[in-house]
């Protein structure tokens, strides 16, 4: 039976008393804690039989410290890139003149000149297609054939047909969709979208079907500085015969 070893004094451990681990000294084990650097000499071979240690306090504050650190760097991050993509988001003068209950009706109005009940949508367009005209979804980027499209002619709406791109207006913006710095005159409505909390779009419509095709933000190239990113599985594309 091992004897019940008494208060450990600092003169016993080697360097500054910081970490705590725990030894039992009897029959009936009854941990004991001592602050140390390392286990205390008079008791190794209570250490090498039966030793429980438990964490380093001193650890414990270093590493929660790192947690609450990281959490505010994440969150002042995540702060930084909403207010950035907000900023990058434009507001056209027709959108600004709109009240929050008149933009709220007209993002949920989905009623254009051609009209379809949801099963008939769903058997017109694949289920890529609906998900984004008819549920404003959007395609990952580099998803689609038509960002790498290069050749001359027209973009149409897939819901419905509706011219609503000139190849010419089309340039790399290299986030991975389709981008254009142009639509064809009265092709397209914009309404504002507040699906993402802080983070107000403009949502950019075919105007004759109501279909999502993308959004449009105030960071393109000349002559517009405007940037039209699509989903191209909302659009088709019509080749310009040579």
């Not at 209570?46 to 609450?68: E, F, P, Y």
């Not at 769903?122 to 289920?127: F, G, V």
């Not at 819901?159 to 397209?188: H, L, M, N, R």
């Amino acid at each position: 039976m091992l004897q019940q070893a008494g208060t450990c004094s600092q003169q016993t451990h080697r360097g500054t008393p910081v970490a705590s681990h725990t030894h039992l000294t009897s029959s009936k084990p009854t941990p004991t804690k001592y602050l140390c650097h390392k286990p205390c000499q008079h008791s190794k071979r209570c250490h090498r039989q039966s030793q429980v240690h438990t964490q380093c306090a001193a650890s414990n504050n270093q590493s929660v410290g790192r947690r609450v650190v990281g959490g505010v760097a994440t969150a002042a991050f995540l702060t930084w890139a909403l207010q950035s993509a907000s900023a990058k988001s434009m507001k056209p003068g027709e959108v600004q003149k709109r009240s929050r209950e008149e933009e709220n009706a007209v993002f949920q109005n989905r009623d254009g000149e051609v009209q379809h009940g949801d099963a008939e949508w769903k058997s017109i367009l694949t289920s890529g297609q609906y998900r984004v005209l008819r549920k404003s979804g959007t395609e990952l980027p580099w998803s689609s054939p038509l960002e790498h499209e290069k050749r001359s002619g027209t973009f149409k709406c897939a819901g419905c047909g509706s011219p609503v791109y000139e190849s010419q207006s089309k340039f790399d913006s290299g986030t991975g969709w389709p981008s254009f710095f142009q639509p064809v005159a009265g092709a397209i409505d914009e309404t504002m979208d507040r699906s993402i909390p802080f983070v107000p779009r403009v949502e950019v419509r075919c105007k004759k079907c109501q279909g999502h095709l993308g959004h449009v933000f105030d960071d393109g190239p000349p002559p517009t500085g405007k940037r039209y990113c699509m989903n191209g599985v909302a659009m088709t594309f019509e080749a310009k015969e040579a």
